[in-house]
């Protein structure tokens, strides 16, 4: 990757931190670049939990320099209650993170080196809230751009999929927020106050998962800080990124469709759940910083940079790969649409064949399922899926060896006639592509828990013995299948551990003749062929000087990854996962900062209700200089029985050999739908 020297900027820049005032008097902590200019520029926001002073600050130094140096004021603001900010931590997307950006939205357009024009930009959490508070419609905030975000935090975030429980990520983020939530502020920015200002911000902790568990349907609770419920309030222009290895990436689909033409654009390549100029695998990285100054410039600055005679969509589509759980790049090329749906993609329905099928996969079918978020790791994507397959009803349809491949791009649909067994359960599809070899790539995936099946805002049990129709979305993919090769639709009753099990493990039976699969196929227009100019490329990519945090070398063998481990004797399968945060560094500014995380997901193959799934973290913030030395321990378990989820969690902090606070948590959640 190249790296652009600062010395090579149109502008020099500098930085310093400040402390926002909000109209409650809370203050929140705020690293502001800027460059040396005597013309009021505008401002970019980027507003987070995750603490500006060590967590992101590596990738916060890659890009808000970069944008000073392109004449903006490029502002990172720790939310309130996080990092070195004042006041008490709420609930993800709350009413008053929301209010509190839209005030800070107000102070920066009001600042006298600030044109009166803002713009907002940020990645899953900061994604998240930049789209929110667009929505609220505060007058200077012009334009955003948001990546690995969602529209629609039921369905297409970290807590349900299809709706159903996710297991694999509902606990693991609500187990990361806790530990996060738990660090105490940092003496060197927050000064004297910081034990007193830390001690009150642990009084007030309360576990996520409590109240995420507590909201099984589609209510009121979610639909707060889901855009999709008004597009309409959304007034500033919106550049939606996402990428083909991100759980959020139909969000992308979401918004060229339903928001006006004329101010927003979409981007979705191969990327997984990172900034698409960083170089983490799958690739091919882009130029993003330099697309999205183009983005500012026109929307901020009023100079035609030619960014809105793009297409609407711009869309990487892979070429066929064998299965592997990391790409350092993937074959494929960039597609332009310009309209969405687009008059180039058409249905290409598959009857199913054959006898009605029992389906009653094991409780452990899902293992090779890969992360949730996969976010650039060797072991993050899903193995060859042919142990999967061999748990599920598959159906395979040959692409001809004398015709042309199969392009697909958006989300395939299945409609499964199925019986279910008992009132509660859960379909899952996957669609994979099969190599003359009998290798099986996951090219993507869809969920339904039979309660959903007439909405995600309702339980309606099914009704056992009975035949009924089950319709749903996979999410959305571009891909191509060649000639010779085969598309399978692979169809499971478990996934564990993405998918909490239902108490009955009866399954279902599938009637193939009254099944379909529909494929969003993509028909090469010819002007991709005839019109080079219209052909799609970034640049490379590019980024400011990188702050100088250091690794320190360690003798101790580092875990894997992802580890499966069978008890065959029990006939118990657990998955232990490091999520591989970043270890252990050390900061230009003297910070020791040192994490380690370790998830597990247990299940006994014939007993839905043996699922637990356990996260313990453990952090340590350390000044030897001002010989500070705190830590935080967490531990957070899910246990079930038939009605149940139990719920068990626990914080110790201390700072040298003192603990600080110690306190746990039990709460039994009835289990409503899933």
């Known amino acids: 990757m190249h790296i652009r020297p600062a010395a090579s ?9 400040v402390r926002i005032p909000l109209p409650d008097g809370t203050k929140l902590f705020a690293r502001i670049w800027r460059p040396l200019t005597e013309e009021p520029v505008p401002a970019l926001l980027e507003y987070l939990p995750y603490r500006l002073s060590d967590w992101t600050a590596p990738r916060d130094w890659q890009r808000h320099p970069w944008y000073a140096g392109h004449g903006y004021a490029s502002v990172r603001v720790d939310v309130r209650g996080h990092g070195n900010s004042e006041g008490l931590p709420g609930d993800e997307y709350d009413a008053t993170e929301l209010a509190d950006g839209v005030a800070v939205v107000e102070w920066l357009a009001a600042q006298e080196w600030c044109s009166g024009k803002v713009g907002m930009f940020g990645i899953s959490w900061g994604g998240f809230n930049s789209l929110q508070i667009a929505a609220l419609a505060p007058e200077p905030l012009k334009a955003v751009i948001t990546v690995c975000s969602a529209d629609d935090r039921y369905d297409n975030d970290v807590h349900y999929m299809g709706g159903s429980v996710l297991a694999v990520d509902m606990h693991a983020w609500a187990a990361t927020m806790l530990a996060f939530t738990s660090r105490p502020p940092d003496p060197l920015y927050a000064g004297e106050r910081w034990r007193e200002q ?37 007034g500033a222009a919106v550049l939606a990124v996402g990428g083909w290895h991100d759980p959020y990436r139909d969000t992308v689909l979401r918004l060229v469709e339903h928001l006006p033409h004329d101010r927003v654009r979409g981007i979705i390549g191969p990327w997984s759940h990172q900034y698409p100029d960083r170089g983490l695998p799958p690739g091919p990285a882009i130029g993003f910083l330099q697309e999205t100054l183009r983005w500012w410039d026109h929307h901020l600055k009023g100079e035609d940079t030619g960014i809105m005679k793009e297409p609407l969509l711009r869309s990487y589509i892979s ?26 993609v058409g249905p290409l329905a598959y009857a199913l064949q054959g006898d009605p099928v029992l389906v009653r996969s094991p409780q452990r079918t899902g293992l090779d399922a ?66 003359p070899d009998g290798s099986s790539t996951l090219v993507t995936r869809g969920v339904l828990n039979f309660s959903a099946r007439h909405g995600r805002d309702r339980a309606v049990p099914a009704e056992p013995g009975v035949n009924d129709t089950f319709a749903f979305e996979l999410n959305g993919i571009g891909h191509t299948f060649p000639p010779g ?16 099990p239902q108490p009955d493990a009866a399954g279902f039976t599938l009637d193939p003749v009254a099944s379909t699969l529909e494929l969003p196929v993509r028909a090469r227009p010819a002007e991709e062929s005839d019109a080079p100019a219209r052909r799609i490329a970034f640049l490379d990519p590019e980024q400011s000087e990188p702050l100088g945090v250091s690794y320190p070398v360690t003798l101790d063998e580092q875990r894997p990854e992802r580890l499966v481990v069978r008890d065959v004797a029990k006939g118990e399968w657990r998955l232990e996962v490091d999520p591989r945060y970043g270890g252990t560094r050390v900061y230009p500014d003297g910070l020791e900062f040192t994490e380690d995380a370790l998830e597990s997901y247990t299940i006994q193959e014939d007993d839905p209700l043996s699922a637990r799934t356990r996260s313990d973290w453990k952090i340590r ?22 009605t149940h989820f139990t719920a068990t969690s626990e914080v110790i902090c201390a700072e040298g050999a003192e603990v600080v ?14």
Do not use: M
């Open 485 to 500: 090769h085969r598309v399978r639709l692979a169809v499971s009753s478990a996934y564990w551990p993405w998918i909490w």
């Open 9 to 17: 900027f149109p502008y020099e820049t500098t930085h310093e931190d």
């Open 370 to 435: 890969g992360r949730f978020f996969p976010f650039g790791n060797d072991a993050d994507l899903p193995p060859d899926q042919r142990d999967e397959d061999a748990h599920s009803a598959c159906f395979d349809f040959p692409v001809p060896e004398d015709g042309p491949p199969i392009e697909i791009l958006g989300r395939p649909r299945v409609s499964l006639t199925l019986r279910p067994d008992a009132p509660r359960g859960q379909v899952v599809a996957r669609l994979c592509d099969v190599a």
């Open 198 to 234: 830390w001690l009150t911000r642990l009084e007030s902790v309360e576990p996520f998962i409590h109240t995420w568990l507590a909201h099984q349907t589609r209510d009121d609770y979610w639909k707060h800080g889901s855009v999709c419920e008004d597009y309409g309030a959304i």
């Open 319 to 344: 070429g066929s790969h064998p299965p592997a759980t990391v790409y350092r790049e993937l074959p494929g090329r960039w597609v332009g649409d310009d309209a969405w749906p687009s008059p180039n």
């Open 621 to 642: 913030l350390h000044r030897p200089d001002l010989g500070w030395d705190t830590t935080v321990d967490t531990r957070s378990e899910i246990t079930c029985d038939a």
């Open 661 to 674: 606070f110690h306190r746990t948590w039990e709460k039994r959640i009835p289990r409503t739908a899933g």
